[in-house]
């Protein structure tokens, strides 16, 4: 059991596959939405909120940067893939 405390204080199993019963089922699937969440990200960080708390951008960037680094090794793993869009919509999902 690896626990992960969500930003709103909630506590999952990243180990439980009940906790991304909400994500895509395919590798494919789960990587086109990773690619859109991180656009959107970069858009709010850069262009619409440039001002915005630099911890945060911090945190999205090291999140997009850990993802762009093991993209290749773990394309086809769908837990890994599913843990990272859980991960990167948790930190990003309060921005608006």
Not at 4 to 31: Q, R, S
Not at 49 to 59: G, H, S, T, V
């Amino acid at each position: 059991m690896r626990e992960f405390t969500c930003a709103m204080g909630e506590v999952v199993d990243l180990d439980n596959d009940k906790t991304y019963n909400h994500l895509p089922k395919t590798a494919k699937e789960l990587d086109k939405l990773m690619f859109a969440e991180i656009g959107m990200a970069l858009v709010y960080t850069k262009y619409f909120y440039p001002d915005w708390d630099k911890k945060q951008c911090y945190r999205i960037h090291k999140l997009i940067e850990g993802f762009a680094k093991e993209r290749k090794n773990n394309y086809g793993n769908v837990k890994w893939l599913r843990e990272q869009v859980f991960i990167f919509q948790d930190e990003t999902e309060n921005m608006c």
